[in-house]
């Protein structure tokens, strides 16, 4: 009896977040206050910082070495 309710509660959870976006909605999850980090400029410092240390860079494209100069 358990298993059921819980089946049934997950499939509930994940059957919620499926949504079409229409193009005309598409704008408004461009906006900056969507985005995974909300100060890109920190954002970016961050990731100078740790290519600069790990003397590599990939996954955000640009190269550079790791004297931290591009």
Do not use: W
């Not at 900056?32 to 240390?53: I, N, V, Y």
Request: charged share 15%; with cysteine.
């Amino acid at each position: 009896m358990k298993t059921s309710r819980a089946a049934i509660i997950l499939l509930a959870v994940l059957t919620t977040a499926c949504a079409e976006v229409l193009p005309r909605q598409r704008g408004n999850l461009a906006l900056p206050q969507m985005g995974l980090t909300t100060d890109g400029l920190e954002f970016e410092l961050r990731q100078h910082a740790f290519f600069s240390k790990e003397s590599a860079a990939g996954g955000y494209g640009g190269g550079g070495g790791g004297c931290g100069c591009n």
